[in-house]
């Protein structure tokens, strides 16, 4: 396995309190395969993202349990000179907004060619040759003239582009992408997402790709992790979960995707809003909003059981949920 999240739990110190953003967190990616993480606003997919990446803002984030286990090794327990070596190489990751991940003062080519001048060794012009190599790479166009302007001059989806450039340069076997495609217009989302999973397949690296949209996900995912109050919930290969969730929380997420036939309607079919993170609800944390809650719901946390091969739900009614 190339990358395993186990029992990960990650908090954050707030003068109200401590918030607990990663609750026992497990998933795991294989190389060539991409996992989606799907869930609301505040359900802990980037911290948890951070805290494998090794960029977790601490203070005041804590690692307060769990491993991440990347190629076999803890990376929990290397030191920072090891973790950044890591990260340049190994994994990268892409960011929702590339105008403030990329350097404004720097033109997209210098960018560029330091992944191979400074990580590589190589000269400066080799490295430029190397920028030029990446950005027909993907497919900007006029490469060789572009190559020396600066992010501003570029579109939101060319700087997409870029980014997805400086992520793979290094040939990593591992991406993280935290919504990538959110800040762009519908139609350039498709390209970039499709340019993503494209380079993933001849890579064959391991993506992570976080995002809101489950409508993007059937295309290119392989798997997928539901998170609610920074535990994940339900987990299952991504035909299967279309077809029938075995979580009440997924259910109503999938009934929430907008549909172009039904325009006008309510769009999110899940009622209330996510717990405060600082007073997670005893039993599961999603019993106030749903609609299958029993007694037990209030008092025990359900742990991830068993629904198939590769799939579990944390939900005690999770036959009834795919029955129903
Ligand atoms: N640096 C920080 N300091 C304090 N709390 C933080 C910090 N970073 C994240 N959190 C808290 O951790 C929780 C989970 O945040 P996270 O960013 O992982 O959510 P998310 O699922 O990525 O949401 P979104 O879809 O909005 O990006 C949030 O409640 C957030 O307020
Ligand atoms: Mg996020």
């Known amino acids: 396995m190339l990358l395993e999240v186990r029992d990960l739990h ?3 110190k707030t003068r ?3 918030a607990k953003a990663v609750n026992g967190v497990n998933y795991s990616v294989d190389a060539g395969e991409t996992l989606a ?3 609301e606003s505040g359900s802990g997919k980037s911290v948890t993202a951070q805290a494998v990446m090794g960029i977790l803002d601490m203070p005041p984030g804590r690692i307060a349990g769990g491993e991440i286990l990347f190629q076999g090794k803890d990376l929990l327990g290397l030191k920072e000179d090891e973790r950044r070596k890591i990260r340049g190489s190994e994994m990268a990751m892409i960011f929702q907004d590339a105008l403030s991940s990329l350097n404004p003062v720097l033109s997209v080519g210098d960018q560029l060619s330091e992944m191979f001048t400074v990580h590589r060794g190589m000269s400066r012009k080799d490295g430029k040759a190397k920028a030029v190599e990446l950005m027909d790479r993907v497919r900007i166009p006029a490469a060789k003239e572009r190559v020396g302007q600066y992010p501003h001059q570029f579109s939101g ?4 582009r870029i980014m997805i450039a400086m992520a793979m340069a290094l040939e990593p076997s591992l991406i993280i992408a935290d ?4 800040a762009l217009d519908v139609t350039v989302q498709a390209q970039v997402m499709d340019l993503l999973a494209e380079l993933q397949r001849e890579l064959n690296m391991g993506l992570i790709l976080i995002t809101h949209d489950l409508g993007v996900v059937a295309d290119v995912a ?3 992790a539901v998170m609610y109050a920074g535990r994940i919930v339900e987990q299952a290969p991504v035909h299967e979960i279309y077809k029938k969730p075995a979580h009440p929380y997924t259910k109503g997420l999938l009934e929430s995707i907008p549909r172009l036939d039904q325009k006008g309607q309510e769009l999110y ?3 209330g809003l996510p717990p405060n993170l600082m007073h997670i609800p005893p039993g599961c944390a999603f019993n106030p909003r749903c609609p299958m809650a029993q007694d037990v719901c209030r008092t025990d946390v359900p742990p991830l059981f068993d629904v198939a091969a590769r799939r579990q739900s944390a939900c005690f009614f999770w036959k009834e949920t795919l029955d129903g």
């Open 10 to 12: 990650v908090e954050f």
């Open 16 to 18: 109200d309190g401590v």
């Open 37 to 39: 993480v799907l869930g």
């Open 157 to 160: 989806g060319m700087r997409q």
């Open 179 to 182: 919504e990538p495609t959110t």
């Open 222 to 224: 392989d798997k997928i």
């Open 269 to 271: 079919a899940i009622k």
